[in-house]
């Protein structure tokens, strides 16, 4: 019977999955090796943006659920299940994923383990770990202990994480043992739904489903940015064309919004480490197309600057735009690899008086570019503008009318570069108005 679950790593992965996981009944600890980490989440406080996710952490830290630590000897001597949630960044200076922290944190645990227990690697990593690591938890467990390895990637998109952890849409389990296998079972027999398929495979095959799931993901979304391209120079509406082949349902119309793109802290650096990771298997050519689709994805940030240079008679210096939207996404404070901060960033070095406003990721952004001018509101953001560029689509920007711009900015010009407005209203009521994927 399992009742002690410890998270390793304790960003957004991990403390998701340690609230999680206090919430489908257990007793978690989750241990980091930053302290200030750990006092924030001691207190119940999150140090990122995710909705419902502050209040299941402040639920089960007074409930005494859920408890976080520093102390790794702690949890070795504790935990029947250990999850390794720790990340694996683009490496700097490089394509691949960096494994250092995984590395560490899957060494240091299997020598602080002194009881037998389950290690559970969640991190999206290259192809091969899972053994290796198995091997390496072998060679580094006491002696008289059984601790085993099993890889159980994580699919939870930002903005849903609770919902995705605490009901699945499917658990991908690899595993060398079946004993192991039944206690994943077990441990989240409360989060299986009648019909949640359960994928039990080997290693290699539960590594491989993670990434292939993202790389798919990132091929659709610049599979119809592709046609964008073309719709832009002959003409067409690509919303229209991505609802008529969605409306086939072996290709579906999700994950084909055209727009300036895919970015955050998974896509665009997995389809670059699966490449790096096939490169060193000798595969060099099979997935190349992986380059083509993040070359398209870039080249759609590249559109929307030339847009605003555009609209603004090529020459951005002491223009005033107003950016709506650096999170990468709504319902994220996440501004890493995001196409909107990175859009502003040019526009900025470009001489252009930038105006940045998201109701989550200014935070963020300021602590990356502090030099680009953060506002607390909309309103401050278009007052006075000489072009509106909206980058994210938060409720509060696709809920825009012209009535509400009019009277606030300098001059009516609009970039929607996430096709989420009426471009016909807008441009009934005397806007220049620029979409992605539109003739202009
Ligand atoms: C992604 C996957 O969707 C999750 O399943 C996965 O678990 C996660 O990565 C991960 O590996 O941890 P996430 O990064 O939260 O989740 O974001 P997505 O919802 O996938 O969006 C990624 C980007 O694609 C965003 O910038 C979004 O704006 C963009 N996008 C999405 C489009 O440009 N068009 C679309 O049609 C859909």
């Known amino acids: 019977m399992i009742e002690n679950i410890s998270v390793i790593g304790t960003g957004y992965l991990g403390a998701t999955h340690a609230a999680c996981m206090a919430e489908l009944g257990y007793n978690v600890l989750g241990v980091d090796i930053d302290p200030e980490k750990i006092d924030s989440l001691s207190r119940g406080e999150l140090p990122f943006h995710e909705p419902g996710l502050p209040e299941l952490i402040r639920k089960h830290v007074d409930s005494g659920r859920l408890r976080f630590t520093t102390d790794l000897e702690e949890v070795g001597a504790w935990g029947d299940v250990h999850f390794i949630a720790v990340g694996t960044p683009q ?20 020598r602080a383990i002194t009881k037998d227990a389950l290690i559970v690697g969640k991190s999206t990593v290259p192809v091969g770990t899972a053994r290796r690591l198995a091997k390496l938890v072998e060679e580094e ?6 601790v085993t390895l099993a890889w159980n990637p994580e699919f939870l998109r930002e903005g849903f994480a609770v919902k995705d952890t605490i009901s699945p849409d499917r658990l991908v389990v690899g595993t060398a043992d079946p004993a192991d ?71 579906g119309r999700k994950f084909l919004n055209a727009g300036v793109g895919f970015g955050g802290g998974c896509l665009p650096k997995d389809i670059r480490a699966l490449q790096t990771r096939v490169g060193e298997l000798g595969l060099d050519h099979t997935m190349r197309f992986l380059d083509e689709m993040d070359q398209i994805n870039l080249r759609r940030r590249d559109r929307v600057v030339n847009l605003a240079e555009n609209i603004l008679s090529g020459d951005l210096t002491g223009k005033r735009i ?24 040019r526009l ?64 009516k010009q609009f970039i929607d570069a996430r096709n989420v407005l009426d471009a016909s209203e807008w441009e009934g009521a005397g806007w220049r108005f620029a979409q992605l994927g539109r003739h202009f």
């Open 141 to 146: 467990s006491a002696a008289g202990v059984r």
């Open 348 to 411: 900025f070095s470009g001489g252009a008086d930038v105006a940045v406003y998201d109701p989550e990721g200014n935070r963020n952004a300021a602590k990356r570019f502090p030099r680009l001018g953060y506002v607390d509101s909309l309103t401050e953001a278009v007052t006075g503008a000489d072009l509106v560029v909206l980058t994210t689509e938060w409720n509060e920007f696709k809920a825009l009318t012209p009535a509400d711009l009019e009277s606030l900015v300098g001059q």
């Open 322 to 345: 107003a950016v709506l939207g650096v999170a990468f996404k709504p319902l994220s404070d996440d501004v890493r690899d995001s196409p909107g901060l990175d859009v502003a960033v």
């Open 181 to 251: 296998e039944a206690i994943l079972r077990d441990v989240y027999s409360d989060a299986l739904g009648r019909d949640t398929p359960w994928i039990n495979t080997d290693f290699e095959t539960a590594e491989l489903v993670k990434v292939a799931a993202n790389a798919f993901l990132a091929t659709k979304i610049s599979f119809i940015n592709a046609f964008s391209e073309v719709t832009e120079a002959v003409g067409g509406n690509i919303t229209t064309l991505a609802d008529a082949i969605g409306h086939d349902t072996r290709i």
């Open 91 to 110: 490496q700097a200076g490089g394509t691949g994923a960096d494994m250092t922290f995984v590395n560490a944190a899957t060494a240091s645990l299997a």
